[in-house]
């Protein structure tokens, strides 16, 4: 045997082949791969965010898909959402879609270890949804919606691949030793360096594009006319006690539910009111156009339907404005419309009846200024709507930009066909301020207090109830009208023990508010406030 056949095989090193730019990437593991996917879907986000904050008329892309999850809810949706969350089911609404974002990003850098391509499409359809939900905002521009799109889309796609390939195993050629237990995997520190501080820039850079897009929003700017009729609370109306709401809330206390994620950017020179449908001429007014008009004040209470028994989502403020009625007298309305239908700018619809609106009892208004200032941003500037005795989301359009005269079976207004009712008087109710619930109050002379509505009717006496016992009348606060709430007190010696205290009013019909309980859906929650508490 010669000896070349003798001698043992040289082993031939084995090198990885050249991979093209456009291959999928070496396998990953599982987690490694996730990671990729969150972080580049993060990216895409943000740049989408700082695009946004930088040139108006791109949209956010969170907060485009979010306020397509408003307008898709299911029937019941906003009751539970808003009973949890408040007045941050916004913030709420924002932090879910970001996190289901991220979850897909996820599952796209799983699918990407085996078919990036497919991953890769898949991306680009989402950026699509984000981009065809920010087109329902009236003030996104179509064009620079669509290659901000494209850049996301890029960026994602990109850091996606990259992050991808830095999760790659190390090379298993035979000239490279094996890694031992327990000593570093080079791949997997470069993947979290370089992918953390990508996600860490990501933050930041939304954090950047959400703080311009704020600043795009433009203040509420310009003196309030003088009213020709004005509005001064009479004495007594505030019984001026610790722990019990102010006759008149403030305006950054001023409770907020509404469909907006982004305030409607209204410039007021550019607004403009348009009046239509069934009347005898159609007009479109000017701001300047509605100051032409007699200016009146006057103090009403609003209540948000999803209140609950004992809930905040009510306030009284002393709105400044022009009567509705004038307005839609310049028009002229036909003996046949039923309904009246205030659109948003942002495209929300509330549907009111017209008989309601035209009953001289009340004073329904178009308002421009709340509480001496102008109207705030965030509460409708520049131009809302104000209806006594109804509950906010069948009236209280904010930003309106257009009213139209129809008939009930016509239309129905946003939150109708979720199931909540069409027409939706303010019921009556009380609420227990003082003490708060499981409070612990020291044993001697007490004063329970709270706050009771009957809009449209006015409330004729509160009653309390102490455990068991008989039911007490309540001393009032002086009514401002019976547009607002009003305040109530009563003495009590307080003993040593756990108590409950609960409470109910009456309206100035005779009409007692029930003890039965019910959900605020379809149109506003019933029963007896009731809170628990003890004495030391």
């Known amino acids: 045997m010669s000896d070349r056949l003798s001698q043992p095989p040289v082993p031939v090193a084995a090198t990885a082949p050249a991979r093209s730019p456009d291959e999928d990437p070496p396998k990953v593991p599982g987690r490694a791969a996730a990671f990729a996917g969150i972080v580049a879907t993060g990216a895409a986000l943000a740049a989408g965010e700082l695009l946004a904050g930088v040139t108006p008329g791109i949209p956010s892309p969170i907060l485009s898909v979010g306020r397509l999850a408003i307008d898709l809810q299911p029937p019941g949706a906003k009751e539970i959402v808003v009973s949890i969350f408040g007045t941050s089911n916004k913030l709420a609404l924002e932090i879910v879609t970001l996190l289901v974002a991220l979850a897909i990003g996820a599952g796209l850098g799983l699918l990407a270890r085996i078919r990036s391509g497919l991953a890769v499409t898949m991306f680009g359809g989402f950026v699509v949804l984000g981009v065809v939900a920010g087109l329902r905002d009236p003030e996104t521009q179509p064009t620079l919606a669509a290659l901000a799109g494209l850049a996301e889309l890029a960026l994602g796609a990109t850091a996606l691949d990259r992050l991808l390939r830095l999760a790659a195993p190390a090379s298993t050629s035979a000239d490279t030793a094996p890694r031992l237990p327990g000593s570093l995997d080079w791949s997997r520190r470069t993947l979290l360096i370089r992918g953390g501080g990508l996600a860490i820039a990501s933050v930041a850079t939304s954090a950047v594009g959400r703080f311009l897009l704020a600043r795009q929003r433009m203040p509420a700017t310009g003196p309030l006319p003088e009213p020709d009729v004005t509005a001064e609370l009479p004495p007594g109306a505030d019984l001026g006690l610790d722990e019990l709401t102010s006759i008149v809330v403030s305006n950054d206390d001023f409770y907020r539910i509404d469909t907006a994620l982004l305030v409607p950017n209204v410039d007021r020179e550019a607004w403009r009111l348009r009046i239509h449908g069934l009347v005898d001429r159609e007009v479109t007014l000017s701001y300047a156009d509605l100051l032409a008009l007699p200016v009146i004040e006057q103090y009403v209470t609003l209540a948000c339907v999803s209140n609950r028994v004992g809930g905040g989502l009510i306030g009284n403020a002393r709105w400044t404005g022009v009567r509705l009625r004038d307005v839609l007298d310049l028009a002229g309305v036909r003996a046949g419309a039923t309904q009246l239908v205030g659109r948003s700018a942002d495209g929300w619809t509330a549907g009111m009846p017209v008989a309601w609106v035209m009953d001289p009892e009340r004073e329904p208004m178009i308002a421009l200024g709340m509480n001496g200032e102008p109207l705030p941003r965030e509460h409708g500037y520049p131009a809302r709507l104000i209806v006594p005795g109804l509950y906010g989301y069948v009236s209280a359009t904010k930003w309106v930009t257009d009213l139209e005269l129809t008939t009930m079976e016509a239309f129905d207004a946003y939150w109708v066909p979720l199931g909540w009712a069409k027409e939706a008087p303010i019921l009556t109710q009380s609420r227990i301020d003082r003490p708060q619930d499981n409070a612990q109050l020291p044993a001697g002379p007490y004063t329970f207090a709270g706050v009771a509505w009957a809009m449209d009717r006015g409330v004729a006496k509160v009653e309390v109830q102490v455990d068991d ?54 149109d506003g929650a019933r029963g007896w406030h009731t809170i628990t508490f003890s004495v030391r």
């Open 469 to 522: 016992g008989a039911w007490r009348e309540a001393t009032l606060s002086v009514p401002i009208s019976e547009a607002t709430w009003i305040q109530w007190k009563i003495d009590w010696d307080a003993v040593a023990g756990n108590h409950r205290v609960r409470v109910r009013a009456t309206d100035t019909t005779g009409e007692t508010q029930t003890e039965v309980v019910s959900r605020p859906d379809p």
